[in-house]
Every structure is written in C-alpha cells, then in structure tokens.
C-alpha cells in the first residue's frame, strides 16, 4: 500500500563526541563505500527527483539544511536533515538522520484530533499531530547513522510520499459536522 502526504524533514545522527570537521572526517572514513551515513543535499535532491518531486529549493529549520519540494501529486512536502552535530560556519553541520514533514489542514468541522488518532492507528509508517493552528502534520524520521544504500534510502523517501498521497485523501475526506 502506497503512503503520502505533505513533508519537512530529514534527520541524521551525529557521531559520539567528536565536533566539527574532525568528527565529519571520521564518519566519511568510517562509511563503508556506496552508503550515505549523512545528509548530503544533492543526494536527497536527485533521490526525491526521481521519485516524482518537483520544484524542489534548499531552505533551512532550526539551523539544519532541508529541501522543500512538491509530490507528482501536487502535495508540498519538507526534507530536513536532523540529528546534527554543530560545525563552524559557513561549514554546514553534520547530520546522520533525516525527516520528512508534511501538513494538511482537514477544513472547517472535521474532528481533527480523532482524525490525527485514526491516522495514528491505520498508518504506523509516519507520526501524525494535531497542531495548535489546527493543521495535521506528517512526519517520518529516517536513521542513516550506520549507513544505507541510496536504494534503501530511495525506497524510505518514497515510502514517506506515499505516505503523504493517502494521508492527503483520508485528511481531506474528513467528514464536516
């Protein structure tokens, strides 16, 4: 079953306590060649490229680079890198997780934190919350700390656009009261 909906985040982890470039020099060399164990911008951009996504721009949250971007579908989603160790600027930080983000807004009556609970049990692929602007967000957190495939990884995006795409239908034929 396909998964979708709208998404901001890509999250990594930051190796024991080295910093900096010391502990960025000593991830790279501890990857086992072909794996990704960071977040790397235009890996993530030519994944989620070929996965359909369009108008894809680099942007920030809370200081970690991300991507924000569009589903074939028309769904705008969010890819950040999480899980960062801090770098001297204007050296981006190290991150070894990954998170997508998207958020929907049910309309005007829908019960959303029943919906939020309801989306919680039916897809345990993603988290959804019920916002305070009232808005349900997406999230699903990816863990390449130890290294994947670009296969693996490919198949985790597309998991979480899929995610967002049924996520969109159920949020959006919430029945109004």
């Given at each position: 079953?396909?998964?979708?909906?709208?998404a901001?985040a890509?999250?990594?982890?930051?190796?024991?306590?080295?910093?900096?470039?010391?502990?960025?020099?000593?991830?790279?060399?501890?990857?086992?060649?072909?794996?990704?164990?960071?977040?790397?911008?235009?890996?993530a951009?030519r994944?989620?490229?070929?996965?359909?996504a369009?108008?894809?721009?680099?942007?920030?949250?809370?200081?970690?680079?991300?991507l924000?971007?569009r589903?074939s579908?028309g769904?705008s989603f969010?890819?950040?890198a999480k899980?960062?160790?801090?770098?001297?600027?204007?050296?981006?930080?190290y991150?070894r997780?990954?998170?997508?983000?998207a958020?929907?807004?049910p309309?005007r009556?829908?019960?959303?934190a029943?919906?939020?609970?309801?989306?919680?049990?039916q897809?345990?692929a993603?988290?959804?919350?019920?916002?305070?602007?009232g808005?349900?967000?997406?999230?699903?957190?990816?863990?390449?700390d130890a290294?994947?495939?670009?296969?693996?990884?490919?198949?985790q995006?597309?998991?979480?656009?899929a995610?967002?795409?049924?996520?969109?239908d159920a949020?959006w034929?919430?029945?109004?009261?």
């Open positions: 079953m396909r998964f979708a909906c709208l901001l890509m999250g990594l982890l930051a190796i024991g306590p080295a910093t900096g470039a010391a502990a960025q020099s000593a991830a790279t060399q501890s990857a086992a060649p072909g794996l990704v164990d960071h977040w790397s911008g235009p890996v951009q994944l989620l490229q070929s996965l359909g369009s108008d894809l721009q680099q942007t920030a949250l809370a200081g970690a680079p991300g924000l971007g589903t579908s769904i969010g890819v950040y899980a960062c160790s801090p770098m001297t600027p204007p050296a981006e930080p991150c997780g990954v998170e997508g983000i958020s929907f807004d309309g009556g829908a019960d959303r029943a919906l939020a609970d309801r989306l919680n049990r897809y345990a993603g988290k959804f919350m019920l916002e305070n602007d808005t349900i967000r997406l999230t699903r957190y990816i863990d390449i290294g994947v495939s670009e296969a693996n990884l490919r198949s995006l597309g998991e979480f656009l995610l967002a795409n049924v996520a969109k949020v034929a919430a029945p109004v009261r």
